[in-house]
């Protein structure tokens, strides 16, 4: 028997698997096992022509633990609807729904809610849903009182559209919370949510999960008014 016929394969890409110990408590995710393999495609040629897609969302970036224990040290969801835009592989959403909330994973990529939802099925959590959404078009009215990003603010151009999104999104009384590497990119986003009535707060975090290495970066806590 091949080497690779004792691979794990979904949606067509060799997977990659690991356990996370976030917060003192065990998760198993997967994902691509080579984003070389992705942007090889010629969907992902197409898809960079059209619009500057990238498959970004094939594999955990440096603020998702960040994020990830951030909404363990928050309060309990008690069944409160909650969303993870940009979800990618659902790290975020994943952890928020152990947490007892409502959550809809969110991705502009069908792959990456399929990834999201298999992530659950690894960790025995139920998902509101997955929902293919680019934050660039916000809805037409406040829909969740948790709203959830992973290093979504890695561009510039991104500060706006996010910032315009949680505004239309957030129910009253809720919270957004997202989480960069201390990305320069990222230093606009507070003027970009104060000009649209929200009220952002930074804290400054260091973790050594899951690898033990230290990973440093910001949260932003973002209210209304």
Same mark, same amino acid.
Request: some cysteine; aromatic content about 10%.
């Given at each position: 028997?091949?080497?690779?016929?004792?691979?794990?394969?979904?949606?067509?890409?060799?997977?990659?698997?690991?356990?996370?110990?976030?917060?003192?408590?065990?998760?198993?995710?997967?994902?691509?096992?080579?984003?070389?393999?992705?942007?090889?495609? #010629?969907?992902?040629?197409?898809?960079?022509?059209?619009?500057?897609?990238?498959?970004?969302?094939?594999?955990?970036?440096?603020?998702?633990?960040?994020?990830?224990?951030?909404?363990?040290?928050?309060?309990?969801?008690?069944?409160?609807?909650?969303?993870?835009?940009?979800?990618?592989?659902?790290?975020?959403?994943?952890?928020?729904?152990?947490?007892?909330?409502?959550?809809?994973?969110?991705?502009?990529?069908?792959?990456?809610?399929? !990834?999201?939802?298999?992530?659950?099925?690894?960790?025995?959590?139920?998902?509101?849903?997955?929902?293919?959404?680019?934050?660039?078009?916000?809805?037409?009215? #406040?829909?969740?009182?948790?709203?959830?990003?992973?290093?979504?603010?890695?561009?510039? *151009?991104?500060?706006?559209?996010?910032? *315009?999104?949680?505004?239309?999104?957030?129910?009253?009384?809720?919270?957004?919370?997202?989480?960069?590497?201390?990305?320069?990119?990222?230093?606009?986003?507070?003027?970009?949510?104060?000009?649209?009535?929200?009220?952002?707060? =930074?804290?400054?975090?260091?973790?050594?999960? #899951?690898?033990? =290495?230290?990973?440093?970066?910001?949260?932003? !806590?973002?209210?209304?008014?």
């Amino acid at each position: 028997m091949s080497e690779n016929a004792n691979q794990e394969v979904f949606q067509g890409y060799v997977v990659r698997r690991e356990r996370w110990t976030i917060a003192g408590e065990v998760f198993e995710f997967c994902w691509p096992a080579d984003i070389d393999v992705l942007l090889d495609e #010629p969907r992902t040629h197409a898809l960079h022509q059209a619009d500057g897609y990238m498959p970004y969302w094939a594999q955990p970036w440096p603020g998702t633990v960040l994020l990830a224990e951030a909404i363990v040290r928050g309060e309990p969801g008690a069944d409160r609807p909650a969303i993870e835009i940009g979800c990618g592989v659902g790290i975020a959403g994943v952890v928020a729904a152990k947490r007892g909330w409502s959550v809809t994973v969110s991705d502009y990529d069908e792959n990456a809610l399929a !990834y999201a939802q298999r992530n659950a099925e690894l960790n025995g959590v139920r998902l509101a849903g997955a929902a293919l959404i680019d934050f660039r078009r916000p809805p037409a009215v #406040p829909l969740y009182d948790l709203i959830l990003g992973s290093d979504l603010l890695y561009e510039r *151009r991104h500060c706006e559209p996010v910032a *315009r999104w949680i505004a239309a999104a957030l129910n009253p009384g809720g919270l957004a919370i997202l989480s960069d590497p201390f990305r320069t990119a990222a230093e606009s986003f507070p003027d970009h949510a104060r000009g649209f009535s929200l009220t952002p707060r =930074m804290e400054r975090v260091e973790s050594n999960a #899951p690898t033990g =290495m230290p990973n440093r970066g910001r949260i932003w !806590y973002v209210t209304r008014g």
